[in-house]
């Protein structure tokens, strides 16, 4: 088993940086592929970026290439998003996901989630 704890959401400007960051508990973590998904109120959930299992092969949404970087830690268990130029649009609660065999931008594909943090960009 798996548990994940994500950390570091907040209020920022529109401009801003912000990194998110998720703890995981289990031995299993380095064998398992991670992801970032985001849920703005009223919608479904949706894939912002993922990473391979040892952190060589990264994927990320286009509505967030070339301003949010994923990246691993295995040695300590994280897995963190480097958000930069925040727009209001990325307003969101954020998850982090892991799964033993899957990786893709599928809500369906992971089985271990976190409980989200909530960031909101303001105009």
């Known amino acids: 088993q798996v548990q994940l704890r994500e950390s570091g959401g907040g209020l920022v400007q529109a401009g801003a940086s912000l990194r998110l960051s998720c703890g995981a508990s289990?031995?299993?973590?380095?064998?398992?592929?991670a992801a970032w998904f985001r849920q703005h109120p009223g919608k479904e959930r949706e894939f912002v970026a993922s990473?391979?299992?040892?952190?060589?092969?990264?994927y990320y949404a286009d509505s967030v290439k070339g301003r949010f970087t994923i990246s691993r830690d295995n040695a300590k268990s994280t897995v963190s998003l480097q958000m930069s130029s925040l727009k209001p649009d990325d307003t969101a609660v954020y998850f982090c996901?892991?799964?033993?065999?899957?990786?893709?931008?599928?809500?369906?594909?992971?089985?271990?989630w976190g409980q989200g943090t909530q960031v909101t960009v303001s105009s």
């Open positions: 990473i391979s299992r040892g952190g060589s092969t990264t």
């Open positions: 996901a892991a799964d033993l065999n899957h990786s893709g931008g599928s809500v369906p594909l992971y089985y271990f």
């Open positions: 289990g031995r299993a973590f380095s064998n398992c592929y």
